[in-house]
């Protein structure tokens, strides 16, 4: 009775600590995101920063090149993009009003539903249940698109800059703060299979991270110049949107043709024209998921689609949209360490894809 108690509380004090983990996690997202982006950005160009060392440039200058062509790159793509980006943003009210007209038969129901709506405001007014003789009602107003889109942008200059900073540390630096975490260790047993399998994430890890890219970024050219032989408007937007959805597994894929459907239900009248996008993305996406990546990555990490689809979910709620596009590389790396060890190795079993 006693070790079923002990084992009771065992059981209880995990969870305990589990809970209370979650929820640190949640609170301090603040200060764990730019950390987080630092260090897959850090797996990320780490096989280029062994280049410039291969051409014996030092670390630090290698970095700082690195990541100064990383940040012009992507600034100046960020500017070229968002005049489109915001005109279609304020062109949301216009989209609503023609999705609608496009859906004759739901603006039908609509219209009956709030001819009946009205009816019953009429009868309650008649039997002198008149909302001026009721209490008066407090609206607060929530902000407007304009505020939402500028506490966006400081949140992601702040959290960018931070991930920047920390990210040049990571690179220049190189594996000293690796070898200093594995000196504590007690055993040179230890010490030995750390190193291992810390050299083993990191390889596979940077590997996998610069072939999704490559692969990502592949398929927004080909979905840009698609677009732009279509008349599609602005192009080099929703190619950039369909790379960066690609990095969240089924879900993006699924976005960006809801995305496409509805651009070119605003933009075309004709239906052949409407469906081509979108229908047409996902024939591509569907050809690049099953036949290209596999030829591709060859060593791939397989990931059961449930889990795949319940730790988006997890860290969507945790993080938010940054949760989102991190769910995939976090669950990967997470992967590759269980795969390393004797005592997680069970978990990555149950993680896989048989």
Excluded at 208 to 233: E, Q, S
């Amino acid at each position: 009775m006693t070790h079923n108690n002990e084992k009771y509380s065992r059981a209880a004090i995990v969870v305990l600590a589990l809970l209370a983990v979650l929820y640190t996690v949640h609170v301090a997202r603040g200060v764990l995101l730019p950390i987080t982006l630092a260090v897959i950005f850090a797996l990320l160009l780490a096989p280029v920063i062994k280049m410039f060392e291969a051409w014996k440039i030092p670390r630090s200058l290698g970095s700082l090149i690195v990541i100064s062509g990383g940040v012009f790159f992507f600034a100046g793509g960020l500017y070229l993009l968002s005049s489109s980006a915001l005109e279609w943003l304020l062109k949301l009210p216009e989209a609503g009003e023609v999705i609608k007209s496009h859906l004759v038969e739901v603006q039908k129901d609509v219209a009956e539903v709030d001819s009946a709506t009205k009816n019953i405001e009429t009868l309650t007014n008649q039997v002198g249940v008149s909302s001026e003789s009721g209490p008066t009602k407090v609206v607060i107003s929530e902000p407007g698109l304009r505020a939402e889109l500028w506490i966006g942008l400081r949140n992601f200059a702040m959290f960018g800059g931070l991930s920047v900073m920390l990210l040049f540390f990571l690179l220049s630096s190189g594996d000293s703060l690796l070898r200093r975490s594995i000196e504590i260790l007690p055993r040179l047993q230890d010490k030995k299979r750390a190193v291992k399998l810390a050299r083993h994430a990191q390889d596979q890890m940077s590997r996998y991270l610069v072939t999704v890219t490559a692969m990502n970024v592949g398929v927004g050219v080909v979905t840009t110049l698609a677009l732009w032989a279509m008349g599609f408007p602005d192009p080099a937007l929703w190619g950039t949107i369909a790379a960066a959805l690609r990095f969240v597994p089924y879900l993006g894929v699924s976005s960006t043709v809801i995305l496409l459907a509805i651009v070119g239900a605003v933009s075309f009248d004709e239906v052949w024209l409407i469906v081509a996008a979108p229908l047409g993305y996902l024939l591509f996406a569907s050809v690049v998921g099953q036949v290209l990546d596999p030829l591709v990555h060859g060593y791939r990490f397989q990931l059961n689609p449930i889990v795949v689809f319940v730790w988006i979910f997890f860290w969507g709620w945790l993080w938010g949209a940054p949760g989102i596009l991190l769910a995939v590389p976090l669950l990967t790396l997470f992967q590759v360490i269980c795969r390393h060890s004797k005592t997680l190795a069970p978990v990555a079993h149950m993680i896989g894809d048989s």
